[in-house]
Structure formats: structure tokens, C-alpha cells
């Protein structure tokens, strides 16, 4: 007994009848299956006339089924269904390599950003989102992967990225108005104090021999420490500032070292893990071995740029 002649269209030309019969137009057909609109009716031609039935009216962008297209549209899709249903034909979608990341402004721009490329050259399929946080002392997790964040409310909680240190620091300008040079902590109350809630002076009051004095009390109150930096650079006042977030101002000369007093900061800066995949472990552990690079260069510099001033400063 011969066999039948069967006409076999191309798996291409069926997902094609079907998308537009769905979305009704070659164009939205073409954007589903990522080709051009003109591939889409190639394909419904070829269709068209290897079954030699008109399967599909067209009135401008609109395509309307014939009573034969509608016939045929419900095998076409019991056939796909079928074709779908083979596990052969099922990926496991690859896992996300998405990392989103939420910083502070300040700790955004002048330690993370600037090393970036580090990260990326070593890990080449994590595609990185960085979201920038709101500043503040206190508040609620964020959703995402990773979080760096700086506050009292962090003791115990996620890992201490840097140790850090402060120092009082102005502008040349501010400290040239100045009636008398500052030689010791006492003499800073001649000239405004900036103040932010995200950087206490109590420390390095504390470490100047002043553990009574007050928090500052006058004049704008910053919840932002690249704020108090940027007053600083306009010669507002003398800001309490970290070597690793001031350290392009103080290298260029905007900003200089009021006095050679080092204190511990009230806070840290954390990361905090909000999911434990390879990609977030991973860049926990490089952010962490950054910062600790970074601090250390900059507090270096620092103190070599002390001494150097020590050295060259004349006899009087």
C-alpha cells in the first residue's frame, strides 16, 4: 500500500501562522519571534501555498483568519502543545547573574564606582545594578542583593567593609579668613563646625582631649557626607571627614588637614548579604578586600602628606 503524500510545513512557518492568528498583525507576530515583519509574511506565504488554501485576510496591518485558518489554527496549536510538552524540548532557563547592589551617594562615588572595573574584568557574566540609597541613620532592609549601609543600628549585623578614621578638615580659603591659625583642638571654636548626624564629632572631641564638648548646633544640618565634603571644599566649615571618602579633595589641595588628630569614626560602613548566591557571595567578598585596600592608600597618604608638610614647613 503506497504512502500518502503529505505535506510537511516548516516548524517555522506554523509558529508564524500562530502569532499572528494570536496578536492579529505581522508586526506584533514579528516582535514576539524576534524577526522582521517581511520574514513573518515570507513564512504565511509559504504556508499558504503549500497547503494552496488562503489562511489569512489582510485589511492594512489587521490579518483576520479565514474559515480555513480558523480550522486549521486548532491543529496547528494542538501540534505545538505536543511539540512543547517533549522534555527534550525544555531548557532550564540559565540561573540570574543579575546583582543589584544599593550604596550610600558618597560611598558610591568615591570607593565603589571608581573600582568597578576591577570587579567586572574579574567577573565578566555578573551583570551589576547600582542603586543609589537614601542617606540616613536608621531604616528598613532594602530587597536588594547587596547593601551598604552606615549607621549605629548596624553593630552585629552583616560585615565591617573598612576601618576608617577622622580628621578635621578645611579649605584654604576658610582657613586664610581665619583671625588666628588653629595650633590645638581649642582653637577650632573660632570658625563654624559642619555638622551631620551620619558623622559625629564626639569621637574626635573625645581623642582632642574634649570628651565635653557639645555636637555642634548651628547652621545647616547634612544628611549626606559627600554634602559636608562639597561645604567644606566651599570654605563653609571645618567637616570631620574620612581619608577614603575625601581623598581627591585632600590630594588636590581643595581640602587640607586642620589639625594632626586621628580618631575612630562612630560608625562603620557594613555589607549586608540579602540573598546567598554565588554572585552576591562573590562580590561580598571582593567589596570588602576593596575597601580595605582603599582605606589603607588613603590613610597612607594621609600621613605622608603630613609629614611631607612637616618637613617643608620653615623655621621660625
Given at each position: 500500500?503506497?504512502f500518502?503524500?503529505?505535506?510537511?510545513?516548516?516548524?517555522?512557518?506554523?509558529?508564524?501562522?500562530?502569532?499572528v492568528?494570536?496578536?492579529?498583525?505581522?508586526?506584533?507576530?514579528a516582535?514576539?519571534?524576534?524577526?522582521?515583519a517581511?520574514a513573518v509574511?515570507?513564512?504565511?506565504?509559504?504556508?499558504?501555498?503549500?497547503?494552496?488554501t488562503?489562511?489569512?485576510?489582510?485589511?492594512?496591518?489587521?490579518?483576520?483568519?479565514?474559515?480555513s485558518?480558523?480550522?486549521y489554527?486548532?491543529h496547528?496549536?494542538?501540534?505545538?502543545?505536543?511539540?512543547?510538552?517533549?522534555?527534550?524540548?525544555q531548557?532550564?532557563?540559565?540561573?540570574?547573574?543579575?546583582?543589584?547592589?544599593?550604596?550610600?551617594p558618597?560611598f558610591?562615588?568615591?570607593?565603589?564606582?571608581?573600582?568597578?572595573?576591577?570587579?567586572?574584568?574579574?567577573?565578566?557574566?555578573t551583570?551589576?545594578?547600582?542603586?543609589?540609597?537614601?542617606?540616613?541613620?536608621?531604616?528598613?532592609?532594602?530587597?536588594?542583593?547587596?547593601?551598604v549601609?552606615h549607621?549605629?543600628?548596624?553593630?552585629?549585623?552583616g560585615?565591617?567593609?573598612?576601618?576608617?578614621?577622622v580628621?578635621p578638615?578645611?579649605?584654604?580659603?576658610?582657613?586664610?579668613r581665619?583671625?588666628?591659625?588653629i595650633?590645638?583642638?581649642?582653637?577650632?571654636?573660632?570658625?563654624?563646625?559642619?555638622?551631620?548626624?551620619?558623622?559625629?564629632?564626639?569621637?574626635?572631641?573625645?581623642?582632642a582631649g574634649?570628651?565635653?564638648?557639645?555636637?555642634?548646633?548651628e547652621?545647616?544640618?547634612?544628611?549626606?557626607?559627600?554634602?559636608?565634603?562639597?561645604?567644606?571644599?566651599?570654605?563653609q566649615?571645618?567637616?570631620?571627614?574620612r581619608?577614603?571618602?575625601?581623598?581627591?579633595?585632600?590630594?588636590?589641595?581643595?581640602?587640607?588637614?586642620?589639625?594632626?588628630?586621628?580618631?575612630e569614626?562612630?560608625?562603620?560602613?557594613?555589607?549586608?548579604l540579602?540573598?546567598?548566591?554565588p554572585?552576591?557571595l562573590?562580590?561580598?567578598?571582593?567589596?570588602?578586600?576593596?575597601?580595605?585596600?582603599?582605606?589603607?592608600?588613603?590613610?597612607?597618604?594621609?600621613r605622608?602628606?603630613?609629614?611631607?608638610?612637616?618637613?617643608?614647613?620653615?623655621?621660625?
Open positions: 500500500m503506497p500518502p503524500d503529505i505535506r510537511l510545513p516548516s516548524l517555522d512557518s506554523l509558529r508564524a501562522f500562530e502569532a492568528a494570536r496578536l492579529g498583525t505581522l508586526e506584533r507576530a516582535e514576539a519571534l524576534h524577526i522582521s517581511s509574511s515570507k513564512r504565511l506565504s509559504g504556508l499558504e501555498e503549500l497547503l494552496d488562503r489562511l489569512l485576510v489582510r485589511t492594512g496591518k489587521v490579518a483576520t483568519l479565514t474559515p485558518g480558523q480550522d489554527l486548532t496547528v496549536r494542538a501540534a505545538l502543545d505536543l511539540l512543547a510538552a517533549v522534555p527534550l524540548h531548557r532550564t532557563p540559565p540561573p540570574s547573574r543579575r546583582l543589584r547592589v544599593v550604596s550610600p558618597t558610591a562615588r568615591q570607593i565603589l564606582v571608581p573600582q568597578l572595573s576591577d570587579f567586572t574584568a574579574q567577573h565578566p557574566d551583570e551589576l545594578e547600582v542603586v543609589l540609597s537614601i542617606p540616613q541613620v536608621s531604616g528598613p532592609r532594602s530587597e536588594a542583593d547587596v547593601e549601609r549607621g549605629p543600628e548596624l553593630a552585629g549585623a560585615q565591617v567593609l573598612m576601618r576608617d578614621v580628621v578638615v578645611a579649605s584654604p580659603s576658610l582657613l586664610a581665619l583671625k588666628n591659625p595650633c590645638e583642638p581649642a582653637d577650632l571654636w573660632q570658625a563654624p563646625l559642619l555638622r551631620t548626624p551620619l558623622e559625629p564629632w564626639s569621637p574626635w572631641f573625645a581623642a574634649l570628651p565635653q564638648r557639645p555636637e555642634p548646633s547652621g545647616p544640618n547634612y544628611y549626606d557626607l559627600g554634602l559636608i565634603l562639597e561645604a567644606a571644599v566651599g570654605g566649615g571645618i567637616a570631620l571627614a581619608p577614603s571618602l575625601a581623598r581627591h579633595w585632600l590630594a588636590s589641595g581643595a581640602l587640607q588637614v586642620v589639625l594632626d588628630i586621628e580618631a569614626p562612630a560608625w562603620a560602613y557594613h555589607g549586608l540579602n540573598t546567598d548566591t554572585q552576591a562573590g562580590f561580598m567578598t571582593w567589596l570588602s578586600q576593596c575597601c580595605q585596600r582603599v582605606a589603607a592608600e588613603a590613610l597612607a597618604e594621609l605622608a602628606g603630613r609629614a611631607l608638610s612637616t618637613t617643608t614647613r620653615p623655621v621660625t
